[in-house]
Nanobody
Framework: QVQLMESGGGVVQAGGSLRLSCVVS????????MSWYRQAPGKQRELVAS???????NYADSVKGRFTISRDNTKNIMYLQMNSLKPEDTAVYYC???????WGQGTQVTVSS
């Protein structure tokens, strides 16, 4: 069974940075498409970034140039480095494996103006 545990969220001022982590068990991250999603209050969950098995990445237009998705194959952990944060980045962030329907509990990111 795929299990995901996100961490690293917090409160940061606009322009600041955070790094989110997703500890994954049940699958090997390097063999799978892994993604970060976010859900802001009153909005639908949206895809933020993805990384595939060969390291190819994709980003939502709203985060391109500011966020970087990566993984540590030895630790089976996925990361999301978030720089130049904006108040509109405030949301609960989730990680997910494409092949699984499971979600983690999410980690709250709050960006103050």
């Amino acid at each position: 069974q795929v299990q995901l545990m996100e961490s690293g969220g917090g409160v940061v001022q606009a322009g600041g940075s955070l790094r989110l982590s997703c500890v994954v068990s049940g699958i090997t991250v390097s063999f799978n498409v892994m993604s970060w999603y976010r859900q802001a209050p009153g909005k639908q969950r949206e895809l933020v970034a993805s990384i595939n098995s060969v390291g190819g990445t994709n980003y939502a237009d709203s985060v391109k140039g500011r966020f970087t998705i990566s993984r540590d194959n030895t630790k089976n952990i996925m990361y999301l480095q978030m720089n130049s944060l904006k108040p509109e980045d405030t949301a609960v962030y989730y990680c997910k494996a494409l092949r699984s329907t499971n979600w983690g509990q999410g980690t709250q990111v709050t960006v103050s103006s």
